[in-house]
């Protein structure tokens, strides 16, 4: 058994493709109309285009507004994406005006940190042990 696919709840699925695409670096998977405005709009890594897609799914279920409050609330992150250099992420991504909850924070052979990704959650960036 594998993990194939993991979703974050987006307010706004072109908002959400653009930054999750022109601003973190997915690339676009599948984009298939679903009703009259939904889509099932996946984004993989450019480095793993086979890899888990991440579906980036409206968030009109009556539930996931109070789900994400909360989180949002206490500061903890929906997902957690691995990137090579936490502090060279936060500082490209800082620069194209992305909001850090979190800067670079070194916790024993992790360094993490957070950012809103616009769309509604906390996503959190990690360096994990080689």
């Not at 992305?98 to 959190?124: H, K, S, W, Y």
Request: charged share 25%.
């Amino acid at each position: 058994m594998k993990i194939h696919l993991t979703s974050v709840f987006v307010d706004d699925q072109a908002k959400a493709l653009q930054f999750y695409t022109e601003v973190l670096g997915f690339v676009k998977k599948h984009d298939v109309p679903v009703g009259e405005k939904d889509r099932w709009l996946t984004v993989v890594s450019p480095d793993e285009p086979g890899g888990i897609e991440l579906l980036l799914e409206p968030a009109g279920h009556p539930a996931v507004k109070s789900y994400r409050d909360a989180l949002t609330e206490d500061g903890i992150p929906l997902a957690q994406f691995a990137v090579d250099d936490v502090r060279g992420e936060y500082e490209r991504m800082r620069d194209l005006g992305v909001r850090f909850t979190q800067e670079p924070l070194d916790m024993g052979p992790v360094t993490t940190a957070v950012f809103d990704d616009t769309c509604g959650n906390l996503i959190q960036i990690a360096t994990l042990p080689q």
